[in-house]
Nanobody, 124 residues
Framework: QVQLEESGGGLVEPGGSLRLSCSASDYPGGTVAMAWFRQASGKAQQFVAGFRGGNTFYADSGKGRFAISRDYAKKTVYLQMNNLKPEDTAVYYC???????????????????WGQGTQVTVSP
């Protein structure tokens, strides 16, 4: 059983930055995919960024502003978020899965493991 724990959320002004962290107890087997999703109040979960093998993928909403990275030895995935906007306000979740095909990276149901989420609020 893989356990994920997010941290790093908080309140930030528009234009500010935050770095989220996701610490994993272990990696799932097979080809690992890990991703960040977010869910704003009253809205569906939305893919933010992820990696599969050595490749990274981003939703259009975060391209040029967000960067996903990982420290393999520490079993930690990061999401650096710059130039934050009020519409980035959401609970951000870390997810992990195995053997996802690239088109499946943005599909929440394809991930087996989820963290509890961390709140990001962007407001003046």
């Amino acid at each position: 059983q893989v356990q994920l724990e997010e941290s790093g959320g908080g309140l930030v002004e528009p234009g500010g930055s935050l770095r989220l962290s996701c610490s994993a107890s272990d990696y799932p087997g097979g080809t690992v995919a890990m991703a960040w999703f977010r869910q704003a109040s009253g809205k569906a979960q939305q893919f933010v960024a992820g990696f599969r093998g050595g490749n990274t993928f981003y939703a259009d909403s975060g391209k040029g502003r967000f960067a996903i990275s990982r420290d393999y030895a520490k079993k930690t995935v990061y999401l650096q978020m710059n130039n934050l906007k009020p519409e980035d306000t959401a609970v951000y979740y870390c997810a992990a899965g195995s053997n996802l095909r690239q088109p499946e990276l943005s599909v929440p149901s394809r991930y087996n493991y989820w963290g509890q989420g961390t709140q990001v609020t962007v407001s003046p």
